[in-house]
Every structure is written in structure tokens, then in C-alpha cells.
């Protein structure tokens, strides 16, 4: 018991109930520290339900009681972490609870279900979950609010639970079985009539993929408000396509301009895009470092935030993004010098691919500590990396628009799932090379028709290449169609089966989890 990683058994710490038995003893200094993240994380809820209008929407909303599952979910996604990785992880998660907190109570405060300030609703532009909010820069008066993240991914993210009752009634409405979960559950949201209602008028992508467009005919259905939707081409790296997704962005800053009385600011604009350039040259360092033998920002306490702030869901201001970053960056470099490592030693370092089941699983943290599998980077954060125009010049205008394009093509999740085999298939033997890695985990959500149908194309390729491939089918927020200790077992069989190695801890090979958040 104490400062070393793996200095007592993880696994111990649960006994199937909803918590764990108590908290990790992780030596003086990284106790304490962790202990006071956890107490500010209670005080920003704490504070966050002192405002009338938030108790309001807690007694409203069904989903609000996942909240509570906050301070537990974090303690899992740091379980083990030591040093500068407790301290990032926690950078990054104090910052999600503090920005979710801010937005919730912005949108309660307009929401007109609970008798919020019809003004203030007039000022909101309605966006559903998979829409970036970077065209709101160009609208500083006005808030994009992404009406479907707190009831269908941020907060049932937190617990395993949160979104069955909104899948169960999509089915029971008539949407089969094996469609994707995600636009299965923001159904469920409209029919049970759990969607905060606000907006002058909603935004839409067709962003992620087919399934996910269904969730933006049932939110025009539901909100009943002007709509349009960005249509964005599908073929990420074409030029051609680019500029017929430029014009969808011009349709849409039109509709925005049209509908409420705004008008597009540039120099808002531009200021919001260089912040947003420096975010990304740091993302860069951050790729470039863990290429390295000393990798410092894994996927186990940096995919969440990535995900975050390269859509800009929380609408938090650009400065509180690059403040994060720049913390992050020194953290990383603290790390890099002290010759630190995520775990005890790495064993493997692998490449997480495909679309994550839901972070409640703590699935990345969990390789790490049982298994010494380090998940360098992970598909949902390779997206664009480009450095965009951001000085304000007459050709800066235009180029601004194929940006803003080229961002939205490279909308997470959907520009390596529906982009095309170059960008779904062939970049992973790319980025296997480039981060030197010599092990696949890939994430098989079952309802994920694009990366399931090249299922044996990857086996055989990575069989070529000599490079390990762990299969963990599951089904996104459902988790009875494969719980989490169903994807541990499978790395479990493959780690013991196939590599012949054993656990760091084996404590945590099988979790009595099973009613956990
Ligand atoms: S997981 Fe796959 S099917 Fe579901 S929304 Fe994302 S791209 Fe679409």
C-alpha cells in the first residue's frame, strides 16, 4: 500500500455495490492532492444546485440523477495514476465538471420547460449532439447549446445505467434492435420528453453518420423550430467536396443571420481560431512526445477532454480551453523530464480503435493497470490537425469558410468511420508505425455497420505486419448486450491465451462491478 503504482490490489476495492468500499491510498503527497480535487469537484456540484432554476431542472430531468455519479466516475478514470498523470487527468476532468456545471445552469436558465427567461431562450441556437459549435464564434452574442450532450452522452457517460429507459422506449417505439444506441437513446429522450427546451431555431450535421441523422429528424419532430442542417460531404480529403461543404457553412451563418437578427463577426472569429491554432500546435507535442519510449498523455486520462474541446460541446470561452492546454503541456514536459510512465512498465502500446463504450467502463485505465497495455492514442482524437487562417485579411474571409469546412468534414468519430477506407483502414498501419506500436485494441461497437464490415480486413493486414489485435465487442450505452467485465474477459483470454503473460494486478481480472455506476 502506497506511493508505487500497483502497490496494493485495485480490484479489492469493489464489492458490488454502487461505490467503492473506500478511496486509493496513494502515498502522502498524490492522497491529498487527489482528496482536494475530489472535495472541489463536490463543491462545483454543490454549488452549481444552489441556484433555484437548477433544482428546478434536477426534479424535472430523469437523467439529472446521474449526476451524482460525478465524483465516483472520476475516481475510477484515476484509478492507480500517480504523480503528473493524477494531475493531468484531474486538470482535465475538474475542467469538464466545472464547464458542465456553468452550461447546465445557462441552459436551465433558458429553458422553458421549467419556466426559464424567454430572452434568454431567444438567444440560444438549438444544436444537436454530433454538431461542432465552432461556427458560433463568428456569433459572440449568442449561445450554441447542444441540447442532447447532458441527458444522452456527458452525464449517462458517467454511469453504466443512464441511458437504458431511452433505449428501451425507442425500441418500444419500433426502432430495431441493431441500430446504433447513441441516436437510439436521444429518441428515447423526445418520447419521454427529457430534452431541456430552448432555441431561437436548430442547427444540425449530418455528422456522425446515418444513424445519427435520424436523431435530427426526431429533434425537429420534438422542438418544432426552424432547422437546418450542414450537410457535409463524406469524402474528408477532397477539395472538391470541401467546397461544397464551404457552401453548407455559408447556408447555415445565412440561417443563424436570418433568424435571429445577427450578424456574423470576424474579428470574433479570427481571435476564437488562433486560440484554437495554439490548442492544436499542443496537441501536436503531445502526438510528437508520445512517440517516444516515455509517452505522457495516453488515452486513459486525455480522450474525454480531446473530444470535448475539439468540438467545443461545453461552451466554454477559447481562453479556458488554451489555459488547460498550456497546463496539460507543462504536466506533460514535468513528466517527460522525471522519465515517467503511465503505469508500472509498459508491456505494449497500443492503438485504441473504434468508437469507445461510453467512459463509464474506465475501459483505457483498466488496460493500464491490470495489463500494462498503454493506449498511445486513440481513433476519436485523430482528427484534424491542421493549423487554420486566423489573421483577418480579405483572403483570410474566404479561406476561413473552407476551415470551417474542413473542420466539420473531420468531425470526430464520423471522418475515420464514414470517410472512407484510406482514413478507416490504411491510417491505422500509419499510425502503428509512426507511434511504434505493436498492438491494436479495437473497440467493435456491434451497431457500427462502417468499421464492422472491414472486421477481416484488419485481421489480415495486422497479421502481415506482426501486430497484436484485441477484439472487445460492445454496444456503446447499452451494457446488456456487453457489459464491461464481457470486454475485460476478452483481454483477459487473449493476454493469458495468446501472450502467455500475466496480470500486474490480478486483483482486477474480474471486478465485482457488476451494479456499479
Ligand atoms: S458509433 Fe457508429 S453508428 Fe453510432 S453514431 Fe457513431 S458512427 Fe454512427
Redesign the pocket.
Known sequence: MGKKMNSQPLGTFYRGGKTKIRREWRGLSDTWYDYKCWVKNWGAMVKFLAHPQSIKGFFRYRWMLEYAAAPDFIDRCTEGLRGTQLRMAHTEFDFIVTEITRSLKLLFRGDRNIGGDPKLSEKMIAFDE?MMEQIMWGFPNLYGMCVQLYGSFALVALSREGAVRYIDRAEEFGITGDV????KAELGLCIEDDMPLVGKCILHANT?????LMGNGIEDWRYQLPSYTIACAERVVDDLTREYTAEEIRGAIRFIEEQTGEQWDWESYFHNMKLYNDETRSYLEILELNKTAYPQVPDNNYNLYRDLYYTRMLNAPSEAYREINRKIRDLMYQGYEKKALPCQEIRHRALIWG?QAEFYTNFSNWLLNCWGIVGITHMLNLTSTEIYADEDTPENREQAINDLADLYMKMI??NR??GGFSLGVDDVWRFCEEFNLDMIVMLE?M?????TTWHGIYEEEAAKRGIHVIWIPHA?LDPRKADRQAMRDEVNRYMRTVLGEEPFDPSLETIEDQNAW
Open positions: 454530433n446504433c444506441t447513441m441516436p456522425t453518420c446515418d444513424s445519427s468508437v468519430m464520423r468511420t464514414e461497437q451497431a457500427c455497420k462502417a468499421v456503446l
